[in-house]
């Protein structure tokens, strides 16, 4: 046999199916479509869903860009319109040329776009039961009688596109009666909501310092509220770590760390929150960035371990598009690795953030037992370990001594408290639900039955205390918060000015 050349053709209808098992989940391909919105020049992003007038369900992603011609939607409808290899803009979200196709495909069998650009639509159609057919890529061209009889369309005005999934194979639900498809779609959507107002947080509420144009994303009228994960947008806010800026080939990669305010400071609606749908412990960690959109979070992607002292800790990295392939930016723009080089760069300033996100709860142990009051504990810091220590100098400890109890076994009674603490049970308890955790509260008579053990420690025999004194046992944590233990104490003592 002679050596040459062969055009080898892939099968059209063999290469769609493969393609639509790729890995994509419904709400990663709805933002791959809310990409294509943002790049457009978008400021509003609508997405719908309803039956048709013969009780099929259909998902329309309508947005007001700037819309595509004859010729450039019939572009934007080839399989690898764009090369990864094609320098892009800043802020395009693209990168293969694939990503609106196969999202698509990877929803449903029937893909429509079409588009209007002054005044005049047009409109393209994948239809992957006729592509099999004749196993051709076969490019249905709409024309106006079709178009109009488009679902979601008459609530379109102005220039823009819609993408319209039908044949919505996947739709998991129970049944084809109306009710059980709603249900299978509310079910998606409650999904995407939450994954949509992640991924495209900075572009839905913008900081100042990202020079974004706001963009409205909506899922069956109802807007979207950013789900912020660096605590930038509430009260208290998140404490910014100062900016890196690491330089590679013709990029420049920004880094910067930011510490959540403490559990205790947050409501419980706001720890919620911050937590994203997971713990905060699960979600510490690096947020990677692809022209201000999210691509991966909540990963140390090997440069540290999930610590409970870290889990207050996220890191927000921005990668231009010019570092696409360095990063490994996968067709989704749901997976991302960096180089060997940014990441020997990255891992020292993770290793110092680290160090740093501890505070919080260091400095908090520290403040709890020499802080104002007369505290119980004591945290106890010696060779590297910590430990957790009943204070011996503790008024109560020394009235019991004085009372003559046994100082032996009051040691080891001491000792049994602080041996047995339960630290593992506490330590996971905290992590899961910190709000949760809570000493059930005394009643006005255990208030009086506590406070006159700590007068009579005080001021043995007494009938009265000085001022100092009372206020330093009513700044301790047990009555600070007890509007009436003022009022106890009055009764139990008189207080000297």
Not at 106 to 119: E, M, P
Not at 208 to 227: K, Y
Not at 420 to 442: E, R, Y
């Amino acid at each position: 046999m002679q050596g040459g050349e062969l055009t080898l053709r892939p099968s059209a209808a063999r290469l769609l199916e493969s393609m639509r098992d790729i890995g994509y989940s419904s709400e990663s391909a709805l933002a791959d479509i809310v990409d294509n919105s943002i790049s457009a020049a978008a400021t509003e992003v609508r997405i719908i869903n309803d039956l048709d007038v013969d009780g099929h369900p259909y998902l329309a992603i309508m947005d007001n860009g700037r819309g595509m011609c004859a010729d450039e939607l019939t572009a934007a409808m080839r399989h690898g319109s764009r090369s990864p290899r094609e320098a892009r803009e800043a802020g395009d979200l693209g990168r293969f040329g694939l990503g609106m196709k196969t999202a698509s495909f990877s929803q449903c069998r029937r893909l429509t776009v079409a588009s209007r650009v002054a005044g005049r639509w047009e409109a393209r159609c994948w239809d992957l039961d006729h592509i099999v057919e004749h196993d051709e890529w076969l490019l249905q061209v709409l024309d106006r009688d079709a178009i109009s009889r488009l679902p979601a369309l008459d609530s379109f005005s102005g220039n823009g596109t819609m993408i319209l999934w039908q044949k919505l194979d996947r739709l998991d639900a129970l049944g084809p009666h109306p009710d059980q498809i709603y249900e299978a779609l509310n079910v998606m959507f409650g999904t995407a909501r939450r994954h949509l107002a992640l991924t495209f947080h900075r572009f839905v509420a913008p900081e100042p310092s990202d020079d974004l144009t706001r963009v409205s994303i909506s899922i069956n009228g109802a807007v979207l509220e950013a789900l912020d994960p660096f605590a930038r947008l509430m009260q208290p806010q998140s404490d910014p770590h100062e900016l890196e800026r690491l330089r590679m080939g013709n990029g420049e990669i920004v880094v910067q760390a930011f510490t959540l305010p403490h559990h205790q400071r947050l409501t419980a609606a706001q720890l919620q929150h911050l937590e994203l749908g997971s713990s905060l412990a699960e979600t510490q960690g690096l947020y990677i960035y692809r022209a201000k959109r999210l691509i991966s979070g909540g990963t140390w992607l090997g440069m540290a371990r999930r610590s409970e002292l870290s889990k207050l800790l996220r890191v927000r990295v921005d990668v231009p598009t010019s570092l696409d392939a360095e990063w490994s930016v996968d067709v989704r723009k749901s997976r991302v690795w960096p180089p060997a080089v940014v990441r020997s760069r990255l891992r020292p300033l993770v290793e110092r953030m680290t160090k740093n996100a501890q505070r919080p709860y260091t400095w908090r142990g520290t403040r709890e037992a020499r802080g104002s009051g007369m505290p119980l504990w004591q945290r106890v810091s010696e060779r590297g370990a910590i430990r957790y220590e009943i204070n011996r100098e503790h008024p109560l400890v020394r009235h019991a001594e004085v009372r003559g109890e046994d100082s032996a076994d009051l040691d080891a009674l001491l000792l049994a408290i602080e041996s047995t603490l339960p630290l593992d049970s506490l330590f996971a308890d905290v992590g899961a639900n910190p709000h949760g955790v809570q000493q059930s509260s005394l009643d006005a008579a255990r208030i009086e039955q506590l406070l006159a053990a700590f007068v009579e420690a005080v001021a043995p025999g007494s009938d009265s205390i000085p001022a100092a004194t009372a206020e330093a046992i009513l700044q301790t944590p047990v009555f600070a918060g007890n509007p009436e233990a003022r009022a106890l104490l009055s009764r139990l003592r008189r207080i000297e000015p």
